[in-house]
């Protein structure tokens, strides 16, 4: 039998693995303007930092996690050992818990109230039932500010994650930028209560699993996905009008400085992040094109209990993460994905075996004047080589023959036009840098 990639993933080839890559580059320098370090964290931790990070009642840890047991774990299970945590592993669902992790393992959030800014990339992996822009292992971008309690640090990062796609390539009214406060210990909690009764007044319209929710936790019924019960929800009580005074003038202040910014927005009261750790801010981005009932490209919120839970001081944090599979989806749809596929600059032919070295050397020039150069490597006919060139998108060509190699120099054919010329062999790099140089400004024009 022919083996086959795991059912809910993907091999990225060539263009697909540049396409993300560009991507991450682009985190990498935006997220930079805003302060933002690296951190890489492991791909599985103890199950526990995702059961105390997301929380128990949640579809992620309750049914979406593959779960990693450590060799030793199962002979362990069989004589009925006890498991140590690092027998009882996950792999990641997402990577907010593990940064929380890290951050108070290695005290990175400073008792004097200072900010720590981190962003991360990475893939994730969740049992889900694959389809489109869902995926069991996909790749995210995001990023975490800790020690900000201050609506700014809130609008900073919505700010930062549109500039992020603006960057990317995908037209600002392709995208709708949801809003809402999901309050704080101080008001959450009555806000649960009237969703819980108005959840057992409406049971019979509601899905059992909703009914269910009453209980263990309400506000994820939001997040049905039964249409009856959206229908039902769309009158259940709102959370903005229960929001405690400290709240309604956060998210007053996040709201005002998304104005000031001019980045446009809509409340949506029915938003509720579908993870326990949220306080107040909560915000996602969807789009329409290309990606189906999957539209959310990326979202988050401010979880200020969450340092806490993993035996950290009080530290206010926020955060978002970003599916970049699905980011990719929107700018292929939407017709704005770049050509992803590495083109040459040259392509070097050679019209007998003598020229050979000669064009072998003269790559390796070009290459270390950081343009990329293309041969051919299984001792193709010079039409076939030409047949490659064209094949390869470069838009010179460089000949060597016997007539160039007497006169130390290479013929230079100009894919597009047909034209040619003779350039001496030390004036090959400055000649094809303008002829890259020539053709991105034909690019412009077009
Ligand atoms: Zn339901
Ligand atoms: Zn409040």
């Given amino acids: 039998m022919a083996f086959q990639a795991p059912r809910g993933t993907t091999d990225l080839l060539p263009p697909q693995a540049h396409a993300l890559d560009r991507i991450q580059r682009i985190a990498c320098s935006v997220f930079g303007l805003y302060g933002y370090g690296l951190i890489e964290t492991p791909a599985f931790e103890q199950l526990d930092v995702f059961v105390r990070g997301i929380g128990q009642d949640t579809d992620v840890v309750g049914k979406e996690m593959f779960h990693v047991l450590s060799p030793g774990a199962l002979a362990k299970q069989a004589e009925g050992a006890p498991l140590r945590p690092d027998d009882v592993l996950a792999l990641r669902p997402e990577q907010t818990a593990s940064v929380a992790r890290a951050a108070v393992q290695h005290g990175l959030v400073p008792p004097d109230g ?121 009158d259940a009580p709102r959370i903005t009008d229960l929001l405690c005074d400290d709240c309604a003038a956060h998210y007053a202040s996040v709201k005002a400085l998304l104005d000031a910014a001019r980045v446009p927005y809509e409340e949506d009261p029915r938003l509720v992040r579908g993870l326990d750790y949220y306080t107040r801010t909560v915000f996602e981005v969807q789009a329409d094109a290309g990606l189906g009932s999957q539209n959310a490209l990326g979202g988050g919120g401010r979880y200020d209990g969450l340092i806490q839970e993993f035996g950290g001081r009080p530290t206010p944090g926020l955060g978002f993460a970003v599916g970049l599979e699905r980011v990719q989806l929107v700018l292929e749809a939407t017709g704005n994905a770049p050509d992803a596929r590495p083109v040459p600059a040259a392509y070097l032919a050679a019209v007998d075996e003598d020229a050979r070295p000669v064009v072998f050397a003269l790559a390796q020039e070009l290459r270390a004047a950081g343009l990329a150069a293309e041969l051919d490597h299984q001792g193709r006919s010079l039409k076939s080589q030409f047949k490659q060139a064209d094949r390869s998108g470069a838009p010179v060509v460089l000949v060597v023959g016997p007539d160039e190699r007497a006169a130390g120099a290479a013929r230079m054919r100009h894919m597009g036009t047909h034209e040619e010329r003779t350039v001496a062999l030390d004036a090959v790099v400055d000649a094809v840098k303008g002829e890259c140089t020539a053709t991105q400004e034909g690019d412009q024009d077009r």
Wanted: one cysteine or more; a positive charge; proline letters at 5%.
């Fill in 114 to 234: 200072a900010t720590v800014k981190l962003w991360y990339r990475g893939t994730m992996f969740r049992a889900e039932r694959p389809q489109k822009g869902r995926l069991r292992e996909f790749h995210q971008v995001g990023a975490e500010c800790l020690g900000a309690a201050g609506p700014s640090a809130d609008a900073e990062a919505v700010v930062m994650l549109m500039h992020f796609f603006e960057e990317c390539g995908i037209p600002r009214g392709a995208l709708r930028l949801l809003l809402n406060s999901m309050g704080d210990a101080a008001c959450r909690p009555a806000y649960r209560s009237q969703v819980r009764a108005f959840i057992l007044d409406h049971a019979a319209d509601l899905c059992p699993e909703c009914v269910r929710r009453a209980d263990t936790n309400p506000l994820r019924a939001f997040d049905c996905k039964n249409e009856g019960c959206r229908q039902v929800l769309a």
